[in-house]
């Protein structure tokens, strides 16, 4: 097993506010030839260095068919998502990777398909519902069931109302409304009957907090989905990317070379981690 290998410098060229504590960042590598070469399948990651606080693991929320670069949405959760807040446009960060196992997206051509997301875990997701937006054809009927705390924390709100006007069914809902909340109320799985969701032929990509995915999953068995329909992006400590380091593993499953997105059957055959 190889060391991982040293990251390749990038520049900040665009940052959005999504919400008070998530921006997004578009960035493109200094090197024009090793831009030109990137690559990635929806759902995997990059090893982001902030020089001078730290590395961590974020994935790519931009279109797979749009990679003149890529875009990173990040929560100001920590010392290096904190350190990352406070840069600006021009300035450098370093990239390693694509990592990871992304949703094969291919095994889902002519399937139904629902992405069933929380908070922040619509940007991972982000990337696969760009990609089926480009060739909606090519897939059967779509769904995004998002679930956020409040409403100041929905993201993506211009792609949410584009996707819905494209043919997507979008419903939300918040654990808590305020005054001016006019949709639905409570956890994501309360979306499930009211988006009358199909069981055959039909594909689930989950992402979000791991007790949201870990109920949506039970709750989506319940209504019949086998574990083979089934799909979840994991977060773990990934300090390496590579499997080098073991601080991602769950039993003998590396979350950042077998994952980070798993078959609900792949779960099932992993150890149970204690909550």
Known sequence: ???????????????????????????????????????????????VSIFGY???????????YKTESMRFT????????????????????GLRGPYGNGFPLQKFRKKNIV???GGCGLAPLRSAIYAVQAK????????ILFGCRTPANILFPDDQKKWAEEGFA?????????????????????????????????????????????????????????NTQLYASL???MQCGMGFCAHCNIGNKYTCVHGPVFSAKDLGEMPVEEE
């Open 54 to 64: 730290g590395e961590i693991p974020i994935s790519i929320s931009s279109s797979p």
């Open 74 to 93: 990040v929560v100001n959760v920590g010392n290096v998502t904190n350190a990352m807040h406070r840069l600006r446009k021009g300035d450098k960060i």
């Open 170 to 226: 979008v419903l939300s809902t918040v654990d808590r409304c305020d005054a001016n909340w006019k949709g639905n109320t409570g956890v994501v799985t309360c979306l499930f009957d009211k988006a009358e969701l199909p069981v055959e032929n039909t594909v689930v990509l989950v992402c979000g907090p791991a007790s949201m995915m870990k109920f949506s999953l039970i709750e989506l068995r319940k209504k019949g989905f086998k």
């Open 136 to 143: 909606q054809s090519e897939f059967g009927k779509k769904f």
């Open 1 to 47: 097993m190889k060391a991982p290998e040293e990251p390749l410098q990038a520049e900040i060229t665009d940052i959005a506010d999504e919400t008070y504590d998530t921006k997004t960042f578009t960035v493109s590598y200094s090197d024009a030839k090793a831009q030109k070469k990137f690559s990635f399948v929806p759902g995997q990651f990059m090893m």
């Open 115 to 117: 992405f069933v997301t």
């Open 235 to 237: 977060e773990r400590v």
